[in-house]
């Protein structure tokens, strides 16, 4: 997926469904600190929707190198007394002291206000929690004095996963204090850079997994990020690296779901770099295929049974639902729900119909919570999702 700005002038060479922007907290917040969270919030994600692609974003308060510097922070908190810590690394910058009690008081009520708004809003995939750190990523290299306590952090963590209870939050480190419970996902924003390594490595994104005893949380929570951007380049051209690992692998261990790559969006791309962008793509998160399909006559009724599969890396994060059609009747199917279909398993599900419904059998994914059908990678699965089977008799 790429970042908003990018699928504004991308040419089409690689499909996808979301996109990704940051948002400063001054865009949301008045310098008098009113809140002005949906006229900063609806211009971003209706562009997103008018290409019915769904949204992921961040909030942030610093961002290296930027111009403004210290404009991402309200006035009306610097006016509180909030110390500006001045930074020269990354470009330079102006950080915000996440040590203030004051400041994280005002995020946590920020925190309740955006979910108040957005929580359950089907434009928005997940929300990356941001707000600590430089580019909202949950650490302050470039000044390490600046970066709120562990205390802190969990007060931040806990005021996502107790506001958004419908909406998916991701993190960006495993082990951040408050996130033990496993109501957060997580996103690897140094994806084959720093993903995975030995014990010595222990910074690195799957060996933070391991420590914080959080390998298995891609079963019930998403796991994203961005494919590191300098290695970009070399990975669309199809050359290996010693400096950056295996994607394939990084996938498998992660199972990824999503992955910001701007360079997949860039004008001119030739075929093979294109193809091999629509590959990786699809080895990312579920594939869901019909293996099966058979229908018995039961007293004088049709039972329809589907075997649904996930081919793929992770299983689906939205609710959804098989829905089997017989004519012109459609009947939600009996069987597990979809959210819980693991990589590798297969689930049964079946509906019953009177003789006289029709005889034409299709099934499809209801999903209330997307802005598109969700599709079977059934080779004749219509844009539309629905997938002819075959007919009774």
Not at 278 to 296: I, M, N, Q
Not at 357 to 373: A, C, E, F, W, Y
């Amino acid at each position: 997926m790429p970042f908003s700005e990018k699928a504004d002038s991308s040419d089409g060479a690689v499909r996808y469904s979301m996109e990704f922007f940051y948002i400063p907290l001054s865009e949301l917040i008045r310098d008098d600190g009113t809140y002005r969270i949906r006229e900063g919030l609806e211009p971003h994600l209706e562009k997103a929707a008018s290409r019915s692609h769904q949204s992921i974003f961040r909030v942030y308060l610093d961002y290296p190198a930027s111009e403004t510097k210290d404009g991402a922070v309200p006035k009306y908190i610097w006016d509180m007394g909030v110390k500006k810590i001045p930074y020269t690394e990354f470009g330079g910058g102006i950080s915000p002291d996440y040590t203030d009690d004051r400041l994280i008081d005002e995020l946590v009520r920020f925190i309740k206000a955006l979910a108040k708004e957005y929580d359950g809003d089907r434009r928005i995939a997940y929300i990356t929690a941001g707000l600590l750190g430089h580019w909202g990523e949950w650490h302050c290299f470039a000044c390490p004095e600046a970066m709120a306590s562990d205390e802190q952090q969990e007060k931040i963590a806990n005021a996502f996963t107790e506001s958004f209870t419908k909406t998916k939050i991701l993190m960006r480190y495993p082990g951040t204090p408050g996130t033990g419970n496993g109501k957060t996902g997580f996103h690897d924003d140094s994806f084959t850079y720093e993903t995975l390594g030995d014990k010595s490595s222990s910074w690195f994104f799957m060996n933070r997994l391991k420590k914080a005893k959080q390998t298995k949380n891609w079963q019930t929570q998403p796991i994203g990020g961005e494919f590191r951007p300098e290695g970009q380049s070399d990975f669309l051209d199809g050359k290996a690296s010693e400096e950056y690992q295996n994607f394939d692998e990084c996938v498998k261990k992660t199972h990824c779901s999503w992955l910001m790559m701007n360079g997949a969006f860039s004008a001119g791309l030739t075929s093979e770099q294109a193809k091999r962008a629509e590959e990786a793509s699809a080895s990312l998160g579920y594939d869901l295929t019909v293996k099966k399909a058979a229908v018995r006559r039961i007293f004088g009724k049709s039972t329809v049974t589907v075997a649904v599969k996930n081919v793929g890396n992770a299983p689906l994060y939205t609710d959804a639902e098989i829905i089997i059609k017989c004519g012109e009747t459609e009947i939600k199917a009996n069987g597990k729900p979809l959210s819980e279909l693991m990589p590798g398993c297969t689930f049964l599900y079946k509906a019953s119909f009177s003789p006289t419904d029709g005889n034409s059998i299709s099934v499809k994914i209801s999903s209330p919570g997307t802005l598109t059908p969700i599709r079977f990678s059934n080779t004749g699965c219509g844009s539309d999702g629905i997938l002819t089977l075959g007919k009774i008799g």
